[in-house]
Nanobody, 124 residues
């Protein structure tokens, strides 16, 4: 059974940092895109960042320069380092894994597996 388990969320102040982790089990996603999306209360789920099989990355404009996505192939885990957090980063963050896209993609429809989400709250 494939599972994506996120961890690392919490309550922080503006300007602080957090590192989210997403551990995959049940199969390897080393050849595929893995990504992070977020959903704020009352809003649509939006793309945050993705990493491809070759560790190339893409980011939403809103997080570019502040967030860094990396992956540990041996652990089948991706990490989202979030620096200089802002109140508008408050959301539930979801990890996702594709089984069709090798390169990093921001398209939700390309992700077959999703985690349960982890809450990130940034106070001003």
């Amino acid at each position: 059974q494939v599972q994506l388990v996120e961890s690392g969320g919490g309550l922080v102040q503006a300007g602080d940092s957090l590192r989210l982790a997403c551990a995959a089990s049940g199969r390897s996603f080393s050849r595929y895109s893995m990504g992070w999306f977020r959903q704020a209360s009352g809003k649509e789920r939006e793309f945050v960042a993705a990493i491809g099989w070759d560790s190339s990355t893409i980011y939403a404009d809103s997080v570019k320069g502040r967030f860094t996505l990396s992956r540990d192939f041996a652990k089948n885990t991706v990490y989202l380092q979030m620096n200089s957090l802002k109140p508008e980063d408050t959301a539930v963050y979801y990890c996702a894994a594709s089984v069709t896209m090798n390169t990093a993609t921001d398209r939700r429809s390309r992700y077959a597996y999703w985690g349960q989400g982890t809450q990130v709250t940034v106070s001003s």
